[in-house]
């Protein structure tokens, strides 16, 4: 059974920055396309970043480019959401997710993850 646990969240001022981890297990982590959403308190659940399989390629959401970074680590099991720059408005729970399908494409839509972490909280104080 596969496994998801995010961590690293916290409480942090305006222009700080986070580090969330995800750790996989239970399952073949090489080979499968990781997400990043979140979802903020009366709002619906978005995509933030993705990481295809291969970890070359990375996709974000135009709200985050330049200041989150994503990453995986293979041995680790892991994969990485590196968060500069924060903003109140990236305030909300962050959950990682992975896709159902080895060596298919990373997506955007959270239709197309099959396992999902329990979730971290962001918050970010003016």
């Known amino acids: 059974q596969v496994q998801l646990v995010d961590s690293g969240g916290g409480l942090v001022q305006a222009g700080g920055s986070l580090r969330l981890s995800c750790a996989a297990s239970?399952?073949?982590?090489?080979?499968?396309?990781m997400g990043w959403f979140r979802q903020a308190p009366g709002k619906e659940r978005e995509f933030v970043a993705a990481?295809?399989?291969?970890?070359?390629?990375?996709y974000y959401v135009d709200s985050v480019k330049g200041r989150f970074t994503i990453s995986r680590d293979n041995i680790k099991n892991t994969v990485y959401l590196q968060m500069n720059s924060l903003k109140p408005e990236d305030t909300a729970v962050y959950y990682c997710?992975?896709?159902?399908?080895?060596?298919?494409?990373?997506?955007?839509?959270?239709?197309?993850?099959?396992?999902w972490g329990q979730g971290t909280q962001v918050t970010v104080s003016s």
């Open positions: 997710a992975r896709r159902g399908t080895r060596y298919a494409d990373y997506a955007v839509r959270s239709e197309e993850y099959a396992y």
């Open positions: 239970g399952g073949t982590f090489s080979g499968y396309a």
């Open positions: 990481n295809g399989w291969r970890g070359a390629t990375t």
